[in-house]
């Protein structure tokens, strides 16, 4: 059979996940690895869920939690999280909240519900690899978004409309952001805010590490300034992508949409397509833990995350050799590395794989136009100090090297 001719245009634009190749490095013991942005699993609650599920099955329950059940996800967890949702300042009700199967699959929904061949798509640069990833299926153009910069909406509807389509929808990653680990300041959400009314757009906005700050003042989510603006949720363009992977348990792919009932029934009639509905049994166990432990277990998280980033920090301070850069996050899971001019992240990554044992991500995956390749992305979340110390001693003295 010679697939090719049977495959459709699209998935000449589908590539491997960089991350998720490198995540193989961690079954090596010598490797020392800052690639995979994903939770210490020590500190997954699994006793919690060892009662939850365990609630789940006894006789009452266990019938609802191995059936079928309905796409809009599981009643107690909606309410739950809409109760969440209003505390984050966005007042809402079940009807405004869609499980997903984690939000990587909210992501890919939203791509198919917006995106036609030849529109665009803003995003910032450098970006989240998994929402082009998701989006890159059909077939957008991207522009560059950076709500510091001057460009007003005739700019980008022009560039849109010469590329063959219209602005269909901003995506941002704003708290923490994956890779670069920066938050979006108020000043900057109000102004993108501004742009997406001005363009007709949609907002979608991707809250995965919204709950791990550390240090500073939070800020509100786009949706909550949006909803202070024109009073209801149903006004509103913004779409908010929330995730349990990095609180609770990644394993258990457990996300949700917050957004108006009209997009909600338009994304249920998705889910409805793909997959019925994202496990029950999951969704049951996610919301006994949330409800009984969510906020004591992700103070915990931010107690030894943060412990980690402060680690990483002076360890890049103290070993990077003079012309390396990287960014204070503020929460989250990662820092961002600015190399000198010329060298670049995955040629760097060969090498250290080589001779340092040394695991990252380089850069290049997350910019839409495949510039930034003198940067890469380290994760502080499954290293200990230990670790820390040896692997950024071994990576400043190999970016010395290289440096000459």
Known sequence: MQWEQVL??????MKASEIRELLKLLDQP???????GIPDPALFPVAAFQDALGAALAPGKADAALQYSVSEGYLPLRQWLAEHMTGLGIPCGVDNILITSGSQQALDYLGKMMIGAGDTVLVNAPTYMGALGAFNAYEPVYDRLDPRENRGAAEYSAKAVDAGGTVKFAYLSVDFANPTGETIARAEREKVLDLADALGAAIV??????ALRFDGEAVPPILALEIARKGSIEEC????????SKTLAPG?????VCAASPVIGRLVLMKQAADLHSSTLNQMAIAEVAARHFESHVAGL????KARRDHMLAALSREMPSGVSWTRPEGGMFVWITLPEGMDGAELLARSLETERVAFVPGRAFFADGSGGNTIRLSFSRADQAAIDEGIRRLGALIAR???
Do not use: K
């Open 237 to 244: 363009r913004t779409i908010y992508c929330g995730s349990f």
């Open 30 to 36: 010598d490797i020392i690895s800052f690639a995979g």
């Open 302 to 305: 931010r107690t030894v995350y």
């Open 402 to 404: 290289e440096i000459g």
């Open 252 to 256: 258990l792919r457990v996300g949700w």
């Open 8 to 13: 459709a245009p699209r998935m000449g634009r």
């Open 205 to 210: 906005e991707d809250a995965a590490y919204q």
